[in-house]
């Protein structure tokens, strides 16, 4: 969306810099700055290079670890780990990067973005090595929960320092080039990570992380101001407590149903009910702050509300589909590493031509007939791994994975802009953590009961084969086909594993089905979110942008220069 020419983040940041020198402390607060960082265009092109190295460091690790949790799952080359426990590997993560990362953004404003993504790439660091020593799952959790504190702390002082660096129309141009660090991460960490584990053991998966990381801290700390707001931003313990405490206590009831196959037991619901409770209360704390974190209230508008929903849904069904193919392709297909990370390839392709593509489209034809069939060609995409057995060619494979990555790409960057072009300048940092926040939320649910239905579905499928297993292995059969398969190797039963490779292929057929159907309720949702804006009686028609607002709506904006807009451009400059 264009205001006058420029971006609003553009209008931000022209208003934004001032060493604070310059500026006698009792007025500080008060003055309306106009000055520009006055940094060399060579330091800023440095600066954006170490920015992507902090954006290729998150990318990496989240796609490795999807070539990870096969060799995990085996007893011997791995942990031994059960599903529930990858889901936990996986998840842990997810959750407190989620529930975290609104909270980073004040530490930013109150301590300084420069100092908060360096104290993120240490513990990413630290958490790493943590992670490649596990000596079981247990430990191997923490260190992943370890590493979401580090991503947290990383990637919204990471978008900071590069809104604060760059102004005017060379802003556009530097977030674009430092967007195509995810598309290489995504592209090159399945590869890595089957080259690493195709040679080492698997914590070196982990321990890639440490020496870009030390390379990321080295450029922050020699090139990077302490860019921080004069406003500080209240941090929120409350809500970050309940937040934290409700997504762990309903992800532990939803895992736990697969484990226990069964929905009545105590140990299932009370956990879910009490996660839910807590994240009523935490949402009717965030009512009542004066300035929350998170705020609740932006989710009752239909656009950016009904959007963020619909957006949440598709990561629930794209992390879930990420978790069945990890097994699928090493596991059931018997792919080595290093061929499932090249196998994964045509993913990340789609997903990085399909999000240029979608913009360019949207461009042309508006958002709403664009997103809404590439998100549901996503959805019959998901579906379509119902179709998909012991003896499918990898050659549809790859076609499958492109079409899923190239749908998805296309609908998640027009409507990420759409929905925080929907919004006020004054609220577009808080809708941007409402909109992160949602979509980390979908990926742990999504992985939570994607992982469960997998495992119930597969317990019943196996449960035929096991009557003549001695019955102290019975039980290791019943947790997964990585233990089945390792049970049939033992007592030397082939008939066994293959017992525990058609159930597999059973269970990822039945959670197919349930993930095409949520990502279709995503489509209605989106539908619903992008419905043309009635008109008021009596009222111009407006042209409709395909967001579901008016075009002269979506380039209204606040009138600048006002005492409140003043007070939060500001910003106080550390030099290094």
Partial sequence: ??????????????????????????????????TPPALPKFRQRLILAVLMVCSLLIW?????LSI???????????LGASPAELQW????????????????????????HRNVLAVGLVIFAGASIWAAYAGDAGQLIAARAAMGVGAALIMPANFAILLWTFTGPTRATAIAISSTSTGVGMAAGPVLAGLLLSHFWWGSVFLVNVPIA?????????????????????????????????????????IRAGQVDAWSRSDVWAPIAVGLVLLAAFVLVELRVKEPSFDPRMLAQRMFGGGNVSMALLLFSVAAVTFYNAFYMQGALGYSPMKAGLANVPTAIGAVVGAPLGARLVSRWSLRPVAVPALTVAAFSFGAVGLLDL??????????LLAQGLSVGMVMAPVTGALLSSLSLERSGAGSAVTNTARQVGSVIGIAVGGTIMSIAYRGAIEPSLSDVPEALQD???????????????????????????AFIHAMHVGAIWIMLIALFAVAVLVF????????????????????????????????????????????????
């Fill in 391 to 400: 003896h499918t060619p990898l050659v549809w494979i790859e076609i499958l």
């Fill in 476 to 502: 290791s059969s019943r947790v997964s086909a990585e233990q089945a398969r390792h049970v049939a190797a033992t007592l030397d039963r082939p008939t066994l594993a293959q017992a525990a490779d058609h």
């Fill in 68 to 78: 990870l949790l096969e060799t995990l799952a085996d007893p011997v080359r791995g």
């Fill in 214 to 254: 030390v390379l990321a801290l080295a450029g922050i700390v020699l090139l990077v101001p302490n860019f921080r707001s004069p406003t500080v931003r209240p941090l929120d313990p409350a809500g970050m407590l309940l937040s934290i405490s409700g997504l762990a206590a309903l992800t532990y009831g939803l």
């Fill in 89 to 112: 590997a996986t998840g842990a993560y997810t959750l407190v990067f989620a529930t975290l990362m609104f909270t980073a953004g004040a530490l930013g404003d109150s301590f300084g």
């Fill in 529 to 576: 979110a992008l419905r043309p804006v009635g008109r008021l009686k009596g009222s111009p028609q407006k042209p409709d942008d395909g967001r579901g607002v008016s075009r002269s709506a979506a380039g209204a904006a606040p009138r600048a220069g006002t005492d409140k807009e003043s007070t939060n451009a500001g910003a106080d400059i550390d030099s290094p």
């Fill in 1 to 34: 969306m264009v205001l006058a020419g420029k971006s609003k983040l553009d209008s931000i940041a022209e208003s934004a810099y001032i060493p604070v020198g310059q500026v006698p402390a009792d007025q500080y607060p008060k003055v309306f700055m106009t």
């Fill in 60 to 64: 990496l690790d989240n796609t490795v």
